[in-house]
């Protein structure tokens, strides 16, 4: 709502009072949200070791979407919530920003480019290997119909 706009009734004044000050997220998310480099770079370090961080987060004094003090499950889904919507803003960590692969530049292939088929069937016999081998039967005319018996 715009500041200079003031609703002069006071069911509406009572109704903008109510609300999270994050939003639709928890202290805790807003929180890890703010601080995610850095902690994205203690978790690489360190390890995320839940139980000892889920204790600090409580006397910091953040708590979840309740009100509550976080539990190790609490916190290790905000976190994930937390990674999943940076990964989806497309926003490189600073460890990430190196990491990524150079392109690849596509070299110019060795084998020559294949002949066309000649256009006589004998030159293309005649260029065909023999490998030594004949079919049991001998080689069948398919272009004609069997007679009926």
Avoid: I, N
Avoid at 22 to 42: C, D, F, I, N
Avoid at 61 to 66: A, E, F, M
Avoid at 89 to 114: D, I, N, R
Avoid at 122 to 149: I, N, R, V, Y
């Amino acid at each position: 709502m715009l500041d200079d706009a003031k609703p002069s009734d006071a069911r509406v004044l009572q109704v903008l009072g109510v609300g999270k000050d994050g939003g639709r997220h928890s202290p805790l998310y807003v929180w890890m949200q703010e601080h995610h480099a850095t902690l994205k770079a203690e978790f690489e370090t360190r390890g995320p070791q839940w139980a000892e961080r889920t204790k600090a987060l409580a006397e910091a004094g953040l708590v979840d979407g309740d009100g509550d003090p976080p539990t190790q499950r609490t916190a290790m889904q905000t976190w994930y919530r937390v990674c999943r919507a940076e990964r989806r803003k497309g926003t490189p960590t600073p460890a990430a920003a190196g990491a990524l692969p150079s392109p690849l530049v596509a070299k110019p292939s060795s084998k020559p480019a294949p002949t066309p088929p000649p256009a006589d069937a004998s030159e293309a016999d005649a260029d065909a290997p023999d490998f030594g081998f004949k079919f049991a039967g001998g080689l069948k005319d398919w272009s004609s119909k069997p007679e009926p018996t």
